[in-house]
Protein backbone atom coordinates (compact mmCIF):
# COMPACT_ATOMS: atom_id res chain seq x y z
CA UNK A 1 0.00 0.00 0.00
CA UNK A 2 2.77 2.13 0.97
CA UNK A 3 4.87 1.18 -1.83
CA UNK A 4 1.72 2.26 -4.34
CA UNK A 5 1.27 5.67 -2.79
CA UNK A 6 5.19 5.98 -3.04
CA UNK A 7 5.14 4.91 -6.58
CA UNK A 8 2.27 7.53 -7.66
CA UNK A 9 3.96 10.21 -5.16
CA UNK A 10 6.94 9.69 -7.70
CA UNK A 11 5.15 9.76 -11.09
CA UNK A 12 3.45 12.89 -9.87
CA UNK A 13 6.95 14.52 -8.73
CA UNK A 14 8.32 13.26 -12.05
CA UNK A 15 5.23 14.80 -13.96
CA UNK A 16 5.70 18.35 -12.07
CA UNK A 17 9.39 18.26 -13.08
CA UNK A 18 8.41 17.50 -16.92
CA UNK A 19 5.87 20.75 -17.06
CA UNK A 20 8.33 22.98 -15.13
CA UNK A 21 11.42 21.96 -16.94
CA UNK A 22 9.58 22.61 -20.79
CA UNK A 23 8.81 26.08 -18.75
CA UNK A 24 12.63 26.31 -18.37
CA UNK A 25 13.94 25.47 -21.77
CA UNK A 26 11.19 27.65 -23.16
CA UNK A 27 11.62 30.46 -21.42
CA UNK A 28 15.70 30.23 -20.28
CA UNK A 29 16.81 28.37 -23.86
CA UNK A 30 18.56 25.08 -24.26
CA UNK A 31 21.76 25.48 -22.20
CA UNK A 32 19.93 26.45 -19.02
CA UNK A 33 17.25 23.57 -19.49
CA UNK A 34 19.68 21.68 -19.66
CA UNK A 35 21.46 22.79 -16.59
CA UNK A 36 17.69 21.97 -14.72
CA UNK A 37 17.43 18.35 -16.31
CA UNK A 38 21.35 17.40 -14.72
CA UNK A 39 20.05 19.46 -11.78
CA UNK A 40 16.19 19.11 -10.42
CA UNK A 41 16.65 21.17 -7.33
CA UNK A 42 18.00 24.13 -10.02
CA UNK A 43 14.60 23.64 -11.90
CA UNK A 44 12.75 23.36 -8.23
CA UNK A 45 14.46 27.04 -7.19
CA UNK A 46 13.83 28.16 -10.82
CA UNK A 47 10.27 27.21 -10.82
CA UNK A 48 9.37 28.54 -7.61
CA UNK A 49 11.11 31.79 -8.30
CA UNK A 50 9.15 32.35 -11.47
CA UNK A 51 6.08 30.84 -10.43
CA UNK A 52 4.17 34.01 -10.37
CA UNK A 53 5.36 35.09 -14.17
CA UNK A 54 4.72 32.07 -15.23
CA UNK A 55 1.56 31.18 -13.69
CA UNK A 56 2.76 27.89 -12.17
CA UNK A 57 2.07 28.61 -8.68
CA UNK A 58 -0.45 25.83 -8.51
CA UNK A 59 1.76 23.30 -10.21
CA UNK A 60 4.86 24.44 -7.73
CA UNK A 61 2.87 24.02 -5.00
CA UNK A 62 1.79 20.29 -5.93
CA UNK A 63 5.06 19.61 -6.52
CA UNK A 64 6.01 20.53 -3.11
CA UNK A 65 3.54 18.88 -1.23
CA UNK A 66 4.72 15.67 -3.01
CA UNK A 67 8.21 16.13 -2.23
CA UNK A 68 7.17 16.55 1.41
CA UNK A 69 4.89 13.23 1.57
CA UNK A 70 8.31 11.77 -0.21
CA UNK A 71 10.19 12.81 2.39
CA UNK A 72 8.07 11.74 5.19
CA UNK A 73 7.54 8.03 3.51
CA UNK A 74 11.14 7.53 3.15
CA UNK A 75 11.89 9.31 6.49
CA UNK A 76 9.01 7.41 8.89
CA UNK A 77 8.37 4.22 6.55
CA UNK A 78 11.67 3.64 4.46
CA UNK A 79 9.39 3.39 1.78
CA UNK A 80 11.36 3.46 -1.46
CA UNK A 81 10.04 2.70 -4.99
CA UNK A 82 12.82 1.67 -6.70
CA UNK A 83 14.48 -1.32 -4.02
CA UNK A 84 17.29 -0.24 -2.63
CA UNK A 85 17.19 3.50 -3.31
CA UNK A 86 18.00 5.63 -1.42
CA UNK A 87 20.56 3.75 -0.04
CA UNK A 88 19.83 2.52 3.87
CA UNK A 89 22.77 1.76 6.30
CA UNK A 90 23.68 -1.76 7.16
CA UNK A 91 22.02 -3.45 9.91
CA UNK A 92 24.22 -3.92 13.03
CA UNK A 93 25.27 -7.77 13.38
CA UNK A 94 26.06 -8.20 16.72
CA UNK B 1 30.10 43.10 -30.88
CA UNK B 2 33.40 41.11 -32.08
CA UNK B 3 33.29 38.54 -34.31
CA UNK B 4 34.59 36.04 -31.97
CA UNK B 5 31.68 36.75 -30.02
CA UNK B 6 28.92 34.06 -29.84
CA UNK B 7 24.94 35.34 -28.82
CA UNK B 8 24.55 35.71 -24.92
CA UNK B 9 22.16 32.64 -24.71
CA UNK B 10 25.67 30.39 -24.48
CA UNK B 11 26.59 32.04 -21.32
CA UNK B 12 23.97 30.67 -18.51
CA UNK B 13 26.65 30.82 -15.78
CA UNK B 14 27.51 34.39 -15.48
CA UNK B 15 23.73 35.86 -15.00
CA UNK B 16 22.81 32.82 -12.35
CA UNK B 17 26.40 34.67 -10.56
CA UNK B 18 25.16 38.20 -11.22
CA UNK B 19 21.13 37.34 -9.52
CA UNK B 20 22.73 37.24 -5.82
CA UNK B 21 19.23 36.54 -4.76
CA UNK B 22 18.87 33.33 -6.84
CA UNK B 23 22.42 32.41 -5.95
CA UNK B 24 21.68 32.52 -2.48
CA UNK B 25 18.92 30.41 -2.61
CA UNK B 26 20.80 27.68 -4.76
CA UNK B 27 23.56 27.87 -2.27
CA UNK B 28 21.25 27.33 0.85
CA UNK B 29 19.42 24.60 -0.95
CA UNK B 30 22.90 22.39 -2.14
CA UNK B 31 24.44 23.16 1.34
CA UNK B 32 20.98 21.58 3.01
CA UNK B 33 21.17 18.69 0.53
CA UNK B 34 24.87 17.54 1.06
CA UNK B 35 24.09 18.74 4.79
CA UNK B 36 21.38 15.96 4.98
CA UNK B 37 23.16 13.23 2.47
CA UNK B 38 26.14 13.65 4.71
CA UNK B 39 24.38 12.40 7.57
CA UNK B 40 22.35 9.42 5.58
CA UNK B 41 19.01 11.57 5.82
CA UNK B 42 16.44 12.08 2.92
CA UNK B 43 16.96 14.67 0.67
CA UNK B 44 16.34 15.42 -3.05
CA UNK B 45 15.42 12.54 -4.88
CA UNK B 46 16.08 12.53 -8.66
CA UNK B 47 12.18 12.52 -10.11
CA UNK B 48 13.76 10.79 -13.01
CA UNK B 49 15.46 7.92 -11.36
CA UNK B 50 13.01 7.60 -9.13
CA UNK B 51 10.09 6.52 -11.47
CA UNK B 52 12.37 4.76 -14.31
CA UNK B 53 15.18 3.67 -12.68
CA UNK B 54 17.26 5.01 -15.12
CA UNK B 55 19.81 7.15 -13.57
CA UNK B 56 19.64 11.39 -15.12
CA UNK B 57 22.85 13.28 -16.31
CA UNK B 58 23.09 14.51 -12.97
CA UNK B 59 22.56 11.44 -10.43
CA UNK B 60 25.31 10.56 -8.58
CA UNK B 61 26.72 14.26 -8.35
CA UNK B 62 25.80 14.95 -4.67
CA UNK B 63 27.80 11.76 -3.48
CA UNK B 64 30.35 13.00 -5.24
CA UNK B 65 30.90 16.44 -3.85
CA UNK B 66 31.12 15.02 -0.79
CA UNK B 67 33.24 12.57 -1.71
CA UNK B 68 35.60 15.26 -3.35
CA UNK B 69 34.65 17.34 -0.34
CA UNK B 70 36.12 14.37 2.23
CA UNK B 71 39.30 14.19 0.08
CA UNK B 72 38.39 11.21 -1.63
CA UNK B 73 39.29 12.08 -5.07
CA UNK B 74 39.10 8.53 -6.70
CA UNK B 75 35.75 7.75 -5.66
CA UNK B 76 34.66 11.37 -6.14
CA UNK B 77 35.63 10.83 -9.54
CA UNK B 78 33.83 7.11 -9.94
CA UNK B 79 30.07 8.63 -8.76
CA UNK B 80 30.39 11.30 -11.22
CA UNK B 81 33.46 13.19 -13.43
CA UNK B 82 32.04 16.48 -13.30
CA UNK B 83 32.28 16.80 -9.42
CA UNK B 84 35.28 18.73 -9.59
CA UNK B 85 33.41 20.95 -12.17
CA UNK B 86 30.22 21.38 -10.08
CA UNK B 87 32.45 22.03 -6.92
CA UNK B 88 34.50 24.73 -8.47
CA UNK B 89 30.66 26.80 -9.63
CA UNK B 90 29.59 26.48 -5.60
CA UNK B 91 32.87 27.51 -4.77
CA UNK B 92 31.88 30.58 -7.52
CA UNK B 93 28.52 31.02 -5.73
CA UNK B 94 29.65 31.16 -2.57
CA UNK B 95 32.10 33.76 -3.21
CA UNK B 96 29.02 36.16 -4.73
CA UNK B 97 27.13 35.96 -2.17
CA UNK B 98 30.21 36.70 0.84
CA UNK B 99 32.52 39.34 -1.62
CA UNK B 100 31.14 43.10 -2.16
CA UNK B 101 30.04 43.67 -4.97
CA UNK B 102 32.43 45.99 -6.23
CA UNK B 103 35.00 42.91 -6.18
CA UNK B 104 32.05 40.36 -7.90
CA UNK B 105 30.99 42.81 -10.43
CA UNK B 106 34.39 42.83 -12.64
CA UNK B 107 35.05 39.22 -12.32
CA UNK B 108 31.50 38.46 -13.42
CA UNK B 109 31.56 40.48 -16.49
CA UNK B 110 35.04 38.76 -17.05
CA UNK B 111 32.94 35.43 -16.90
CA UNK B 112 30.81 36.23 -18.75
CA UNK B 113 32.87 37.67 -22.40
CA UNK B 114 34.91 33.94 -21.69
CA UNK B 115 31.83 32.12 -21.56
CA UNK B 116 30.63 34.24 -24.94
CA UNK B 117 33.93 34.38 -26.80
CA UNK B 118 34.95 30.58 -25.59
CA UNK B 119 31.36 28.93 -25.13
CA UNK B 120 33.24 26.96 -22.60
CA UNK B 121 29.35 26.39 -20.65
CA UNK B 122 28.43 24.52 -23.91
CA UNK B 123 31.60 22.38 -23.85
CA UNK B 124 30.94 21.46 -20.76
CA UNK B 125 27.33 20.87 -20.91
CA UNK B 126 27.51 18.53 -23.96
CA UNK B 127 30.76 16.66 -22.42
CA UNK B 128 28.38 15.91 -19.51
CA UNK B 129 25.40 14.47 -21.23
CA UNK B 130 27.90 12.61 -23.93
CA UNK B 131 29.59 10.85 -20.10
CA UNK B 132 25.80 10.51 -19.19
CA UNK B 133 25.00 8.59 -22.50
CA UNK B 134 28.78 6.59 -22.58
CA UNK B 135 28.05 5.35 -19.23
CA UNK B 136 24.41 4.07 -19.97
CA UNK B 137 25.25 2.65 -23.09
CA UNK B 138 28.50 0.85 -22.16
CA UNK B 139 28.48 0.68 -18.58
CA UNK B 140 23.89 0.36 -17.69
CA UNK B 141 24.26 -1.92 -15.01
CA UNK B 142 27.24 -0.88 -13.17
CA UNK B 143 26.18 2.95 -13.27
CA UNK B 144 22.78 1.93 -11.93
CA UNK B 145 24.21 0.08 -9.12
CA UNK B 146 26.50 2.68 -8.13
CA UNK B 147 23.72 5.11 -8.07
CA UNK B 148 21.42 3.01 -6.34
CA UNK B 149 24.18 3.07 -3.75
Same mark, same amino acid.
Given at each position: ?94 | ?15 ? *? &???? #? $??? !??? @? +???? %????? /? ?36 ? *? &???? #? $??? !??? @? +???? %????? /? ?36 ? *? ?12
Amino acid at each position: MLGLLAMLVGIGCLICFIIVLIKLFQNEGALKGILGLICGLYTFIWGWMNSDRLGIRNIMMIWTLLIIIQLVLNFVFGVAMIPGYPPRPAPVVP | MPPTMLPNAIAPISPL *L &RDRK #F $ALV !VAG @T +AGVQ %IALVS /LSLPGWECPFFRVTGIPCPGCGLTRAVILLLKGDLQAS *L &RFHA #F $API !VLL @T +AVAL %ILVLL /LPRSITQPAISRLDRLEQQTGFTVIILVGLILYWLARL *LFLQTAFVQLIRG
